[in-house]
C-alpha cells in the first residue's frame, strides 16, 4: 500500500516539527514546508521533503504546493495548517500595516493553500484538513489583539468550510491548543520589538513589567498547565486517521476551562477572569 501523504505547514520548530516526526514515525510521508530555505535545508537532512513555502507570498505557496504534487502524482491525502506568528502589543498601538501583515500569514496564505488544495482532494475522492487554531481563537486576551484576530477569523473560515464539505469525502478538523511548547515566546519578542514602540504607549508601564520582562526572562521549566507538542500529534493522529474525525480538538487544561467558563460567564466577569491571569 502507498504512504497516505500529508503537507504540514511551518515546520521549522514546534508543533509542526514534532508533527513530522510523529507522523513519519507512524509511516506518512510527510512533506514538512518551512518559510526559510535554511530551515527547508535541515528538514532535507533529516529526511523530509521540505519545501518552501512562505504564506505570505502566493508564488511560493502555489510552487511549494506544486513541487508536493509532482512527487505524489499529483494526489495528497490531508493537509495541516499549521504556519502562523504572533505579534503582540495593544490593539492601539499595532501599527496597521504589521496587523495586515500577520492576516496574511496566519489567515490569508492558510485560505490561499487551502483552495488549491480542495481540488486535488475532490479529484481523488477523499481528504482531511486540518487547522491548527487555538484557545485564543474561542476567547480574547489583551495584548494579544492580532493573533486573537486571526485565530477568531481562522474559526470562523473553517467553520463554514467544514459545513460546505459536508456532503463531500473531505473532512475538515480545528485543533484548539492552550499553551504548548514551542519557540513562540522567543518568536513574539522578535515582533514585539520590531513593531511596537512601547516605551511611547500609554501601557509603557504594564509592557515594561508584563511583556518585556517576560521576554528578557530565561525561561526555566514549563509555564503552569504546559504540554510537550506530542500532545497535539495524538489530537492530530486522531484528526487523520478516525473514521469519524471530530469538529473540534481541545488540547490542554486552560482550553478546556476556557471553553466552559465562556458558556457560563456573563461576559465582564469573563473579561475580569481573563484580565487576573
Not at 486571526?150 to 470562523?156: F, I, M, N, V
Request: a positive charge; aromatic letters at 8%; charged letters at 25%.
Amino acid at each position: 500500500m502507498p504512504k497516505k501523504s500529508i503537507l504540514i505547514t511551518g515546520c521549522s520548530s514546534g508543533i509542526g516539527l514534532c508533527s513530522a516526526h510523529y507522523l513519519k514515525a507512524r509511516g506518512w510521508q510527510v512533506f514538512a514546508s518551512c518559510r526559510k530555505i535554511e530551515d527547508c535545508q535541515r528538514l532535507n537532512r533529516e529526511g523530509f521533503y521540505s519545501p518552501r513555502i512562505e504564506l505570505r507570498d502566493t508564488d511560493s505557496i502555489r510552487e511549494g504546493l506544486q513541487e508536493v504534487l509532482d512527487l505524489t502524482g499529483g494526489t495528497l491525502d490531508a493537509l495541516f495548517n499549521n504556519g502562523a506568528r504572533g505579534m503582540p502589543g495593544a490593539v492601539e498601538d499595532l501599527p496597521t500595516s504589521a496587523f495586515r501583515d500577520l492576516m496574511e500569514s496566519n489567515v490569508v496564505g492558510w485560505h490561499d493553500l487551502t483552495r488549491q488544495v480542495i481540488p486535488v482532494m475532490r479529484a481523488q475522492g477523499h481528504g482531511r484538513i486540518v487547522q491548527n487554531s487555538s484557545v485564543l481563537g474561542y476567547v480574547s486576551m489583551r495584548y494579544r489583539g492580532a493573533y486573537v484576530a486571526s485565530k477568531h477569523a481562522l474559526e470562523g473560515l473553517t467553520d463554514s468550510l467544514r459545513i460546505e464539505m459536508r456532503n463531500t469525502p473531505i473532512h475538515v478538523s480545528l485543533i484548539e491548543p492552550g499553551p504548548i511548547t514551542s519557540d513562540m515566546r522567543k518568536n513574539n519578542a522578535a515582533q514585539f520589538f520590531e513593531w511596537i514602540d512601547w516605551e511611547n504607549s500609554a501601557f509603557a508601564e504594564d509592557y515594561r513589567t508584563g511583556l518585556v520582562k517576560r521576554f528578557s526572562e530565561k525561561k526555566a521549566g514549563l509555564d503552569p498547565f504546559e504540554l510537550p507538542a506530542e500532545a497535539v500529534c495524538k489530537k492530530l493522529l486522531h484528526a487523520l486517521e478516525a473514521r469519524h474525525p471530530r469538529a473540534r480538538y481541545r488540547v490542554t487544561t486552560p482550553a478546556h476551562i476556557m471553553n466552559t467558563l465562556r458558556r457560563v460567564l456573563p461576559t465582564p466577569l469573563l473579561d475580569w477572569v481573563i484580565a487576573k491571569g
